[in-house]
Structure formats: C-alpha cells, structure tokens
C-alpha cells in the first residue's frame, strides 16, 4: 500500500496520526508513504489527478491498484485490514457513539476550521478574506461547545477512555488553526485541557508543531 500524503495538512494528518495510535497499540501498519507538494501545486498535475480527480490528500492507493481518496475511508480501511487492536469499540452501541463523535467533529467543526485557515493565512497562498474568516470563526463555536460540554463527564479522550477517531480528527484540524497563530478556543477549558495532553501524548508529540 502506498499513502500520499503531506505533512502537517489537516486531512493527511488525521491518516498520520491514525497510524501512529495504531502502532502505539503494537500494531504494523505497512504502508510507503510519498509526500506530494502541495506548496509547489504538485496535487494539480497530471500524476496525482490521475489517482484522485478531485486533486487532494490523503489518497491509499491499494494493492489492487484502487486508490481510496477520503481520509476517513482510508481510516475505516485500515482499521478493518491492519490485525490487531483498533481504535474503534467492537459492539455495535460503542461503534455507533464513537463514530457520531467522529462525523460531528468533522462537520460541525473541522470543515468550517479548515476553510478558515484558508481565509485567515492558507498556507497553499489562498487570497485572505477576513469578513468570511469572521463568519466561519463564529459558525464553529457551538462545535466547540458541544465537544466542551463533551468532556464534562471526565473523560480523557473524546470518544471515552482510549483514543479514537474524533481524536485523530480534531487534533489534526487545531493543529491547522494554529498555522493562523489563531486561538478560536475561547475559555472553555475542558476542551483546552484535552488539546494539550492529546497532542502531548508520546504516541503522536512528534507530529505536531507545539
Ligand atoms: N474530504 C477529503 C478532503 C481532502 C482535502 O481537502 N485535502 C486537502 C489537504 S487537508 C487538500 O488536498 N487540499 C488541496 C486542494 O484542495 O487543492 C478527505 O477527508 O480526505
């Protein structure tokens, strides 16, 4: 299997540090990873649109030769192929509740926050538009509510007591606010608590910025 991938963007990162928790966990992962440069527009030429015609990363290119083009796919594929444990409960009820999290993170949250990035300072050199930026940062705020109030049972991870999805998901889309030098996290201070010793954690601290 090969990943393509870059460092650091959002989508990307939620693959990397999905592998990472699963090797934390004893796990291989077997995959070859190859960085496309998005800063040099390398995702719009021919040889990466021939692999996703919508030209972004993450792409798992299979064996098979089939290429999987959305992060969560890849994760849901590698969950279900790479032996041992995984990052999402077993029964049925727990799958369910860790999954909601998951989707409510990315669309309450991580697409409004990835499209702020790009109105705020896009690091693929997008013109700024702060009067939307505004918009957006205001659009996200029940998000953070909603994970604030979340974690108001005194659970460590989003998703309960172990790391999950939503996890690898949220982590990764702060990880791209800060590249605005941006707080949108207001005071709510469970939510900053889990930011901190997430990223923090020795499985994944290598691959963030701070
Ligand atoms: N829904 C896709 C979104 C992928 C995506 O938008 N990736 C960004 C990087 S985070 C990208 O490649 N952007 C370049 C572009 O759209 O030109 C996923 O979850 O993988």
Redesign the pocket.
Known sequence: MKLYT?PL??????VTLYIAEREALGCTVDIERVIVN?LKGR??EEAHLARNP?????VLELESGAFI????S?IEYLEAIVAGPGLLPEDPEGMAVARNIERTV?MRIALDL?RYVHCQKSP?GLPQDPVRAAELAERIQPGFDWVNKLLGDGRPFLSGQAPGLADCTLAAFLQ?MRFTETDLLGSRELLRRWDKSYRHREAVSDLFMV
Do not use: D, K
């Open positions: 870059v963007a959002p989508n990307p990162m939620r998005t995702h719009r919508w030209g972004t990363l993450p083009t959305e992060s969560l890849i990315e990835g693929l791209f």
